[in-house]
């Protein structure tokens, strides 16, 4: 397994080793083992999710605040995402920095978004099923939403118009409205 750092240290990209030939093909997909070591941290996963989504739709930005603050490592098995993951812990200095990963199905590719974090993605390919490994059970009373479009965060989506948004996420509130981190 490869570990890529990306501009924000607490942010990480999971790629395997992919052994493939005229059958098919095989990787290691998780280990707790290389996982733990890669975030400096013993991590325990709760709850896993999956969804399905056409192109165009943007999910997010969405994270819990404490105490069921959820970190996620999130994977594109079908199709192609723009993942994003925006810090929002006031006392980080990257505070407000975005990173943005391509994840498909192709590239195999995982990130590890960590507490503290808002998550989005926008689905590029015809569809696309996300999975994703929280550290967190869902808590819809310490949910909160970002905008995906915020001007203050100037996040560089790969769309011309429009995504397709639930009402929630067309209704989040601005970064600097939002109940962010300490």
Not at 38 to 56: I, L, P, T, Y
Request: hydrophobic share 40%.
């Amino acid at each position: 397994m490869n570990v890529i750092k990306t501009d924000i240290p607490d942010v990480l990209i999971f790629e395997p080793k992919v052994f493939g030939d005229d059958r098919g093909f095989f990787f290691e997909s998780f280990s707790q083992r290389v996982f733990d070591e890669a975030v400096g941290r013993k991590v325990e996963f709760v709850q896993d999710n999956h969804s399905k989504s056409s192109k165009g739709v943007l999910r997010g930005l969405h994270y819990q605040r404490d105490p069921f603050a959820q970190g996620k490592l999130v994977r594109c098995v079908v199709g192609e995402v723009f993942d994003v993951a925006v810090d929002i812990r006031k006392s980080s200095p990257n505070f407000g920095q975005w990173v943005g990963v391509h994840l498909s199905e192709q590239n195999k590719r995982q990130l590890w978004i960590p507490e503290g974090f808002a998550h989005g993605f926008l689905v590029l390919s015809e569809t696309a099923e996300f999975l994703y490994k929280a550290t967190n059970y869902y808590a819809p009373q310490s949910e909160g939403s970002i905008i995906w479009n915020d001007p203050e965060l100037e996040i560089e989506w790969p769309i011309t118009g429009a995504p397709d948004l639930s009402a929630k996420d067309a209704s989040a509130l601005s970064f600097s409205l939002a109940e962010l981190y300490e």
